[in-house]
């Protein structure tokens, strides 16, 4: 098999401490089906420069040309209480764009409920959570250095055409899983972390129309987060699975 280009000596180097367990390959049907197949134990990631079958939310599928952008699922096992699983990929999405934004202080990267991660030119990221065994298996895709053509739709950007420059594949992995490792231990401490993923939120404050499962729609204003990671509206309504789009 073709070797992945990602920097694997780089990957070995980072997490030597054994917490993260890095796999990476040049192609797989889904990083997803992998870490399922594997009889996964927490820590475990696999990476892939491109997915033949990959899939995102609500069963739909995630595209990317080969080698631009970041395919990776990773298995964890929250200390938390089930009832809560339902913020993970809300603090998924929030490590990922506080990851990107770095230190710079600006808020180039933000979040949208309940899974995907924005920029001003479009989605950028996108979160899938799936229970497995005793724990969850994380898929994130990202568009990295894709460029303006090749990207799958015309609401898609890519990190590269957001900063302006080709980004190291590498080193955003790298960031992203030493960031998360910090949140999720924070979380199993009981950290509250509601505060934090309102200032990266792009949904709260908006007009939002929301699909449900059945086909029904609902327009209000996102206002809220609730303790299991439901999106609270002004009407009252709490929306645990839908499909937002921002009216504003």
Known sequence: ???????????????????????TFSEVESTQDVIRLSAPKHGDVVTADFQSKGRGRLDRSFESLPEVGLLFSLFVEPKVEREKWGLLPLLVGMTVAQTLNGDSGLLTFRTKWPNDVLATGGKIAGVLCESFADGVIVGIGINVNTSREKLPVPTASSIALELGSEQNRSDILIGILRNFENTLSA??????????????????????????????????????????????????????????????
Request: proline share 2%; no cysteine; aromatic share 8%.
């Open 187 to 248: 979380w199993n401490s009981g950290h509250d972390f509601i505060p934090d993923y309102k200032v990266v939120s792009a949904t709260l404050g908006q007009l939002v129309r929301v699909t449900l499962p059945d086909g029904n729609d609902l327009i209000s204003e996102a206002v809220g987060i609730g303790s299991d990671g439901a999106l609270e509206l002004a009407s009252g309504k709490r929306v645990t699975v839908g499909d937002v789009v921002h009216l504003r």
């Open 1 to 23: 098999m073709k070797r992945s280009t990602l920097d694997e000596e780089k990957l070995t180097s980072a997490f030597a401490d054994g917490y993260w367990r890095v796999k």
